[in-house]
């Protein structure tokens, strides 16, 4: 039997888990799920962001289902003892080198955006983001004070093999969407970049199918709001996909709309919203699940090979938004039927039937 390890973390976290969870149950009811601590409440409970323990549930279920980490109590920390480090730790202990975004702007939502509707209707792109390299995890790095002066640094560092596997990933997800990926770069100015250009050009001849182009992350981060509709994927470094699909998100009315997946061998795989934990609305019953139950859609089509139940719940998900059910983050404009977190949920679930 497939296993799930659920973790909530921290914020809101635990509240978009919840629901995710309930429509987990309702389209997968053969699972058997556990649950662990990640971030600053595993720092409380364990003295640490992941503890082996969490660790090795996490490697015994293979798949997980995450909500968000952080959050003010914790910020005085230094690095390595934040909860975000719990985060960087499990993808990087899991191998989940690969991280998809897909933002697609629903029509119900068309008005959400803080752009006009004009130049955002019909995106549907996605970010595949390599994970567990370049400048998050690149040696050396740290502070490195000297005769007083303070002074610290980190660094962005690829070897091709990180780049090819990363590149074959989008390349493959190309060939089933509009065939085209557009490699996110900074290559005018960083040797890394170079490379990764270099080798994102040999993997793209065995994908003759495929249209490669190129662009600045400069210039991908203007076109994103101008007519983010001409993109189909973003192949990006690390640090470029995190803020670009933090922008892209926007595009889709809402942050909290967002669901990830974070893949790397078959079987393995976390899944999360892209929203943070939002702590300064955490337990008030404003968040927006459908991030979170949106992860279950691709936990369910990545994770399981279960696509007709992930299809299941994104139709759930689009039928609640056409019926004007809106979280706060979602109302802009005409005021939808405002909802809280539960009530979002519950609204899914019965869609689902
Ligand atoms: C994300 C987040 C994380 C990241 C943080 C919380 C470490 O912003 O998943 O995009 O930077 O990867
Ligand atoms: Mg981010």
Known sequence: MARVLLLPGDGIGPEVTEEARQVLVRVAPDLELQEGRIGGCAIDADGTPLSEASLAK??????????AVGGPKWDGLA???RPEKGLLRIRKELGLFANLRPARVLDALA???PLRREAVAGVDLIVVRELTGGIYYGEPRGRSDEDGARRALNT????????????RVAFEIAKGRRKRVTNIHKANVLEVC??????????ARDYPEVELEHQLVDSAAMLLLR?????????????FGDILSDEAAMLTGSLGMLASASLGAPGRGLFEPVHGSAPDIAGQDKAN???AILSVA?????????SREAERVRQAVEQVLDQGYRTPDLVRGPQGLGVGTREMGKRVREALG
């Open 298 to 306: 691709m936990l369910l089509e990545h994770g399981l090979a279960r």
């Open 194 to 203: 170079q490379l990764w250009n270099e080798v994102v050009e040999e993997v």
């Open 58 to 67: 996490a490697r015994a279920c293979g798949l997980v289902l995450l909500g």
């Open 79 to 81: 690095p390595e003892q």
């Open 111 to 113: 008005d959400a955006s």
């Open 289 to 291: 699940p459908l991030g």
């Open 156 to 167: 962005m560092v690829y070897d091709e093999d990180e780049v090819a596997r990363i590149a």
């Open 227 to 239: 007519d983010a509709a001409r993109f189909d994927v973003l192949l990006c470094p690390n640090l």
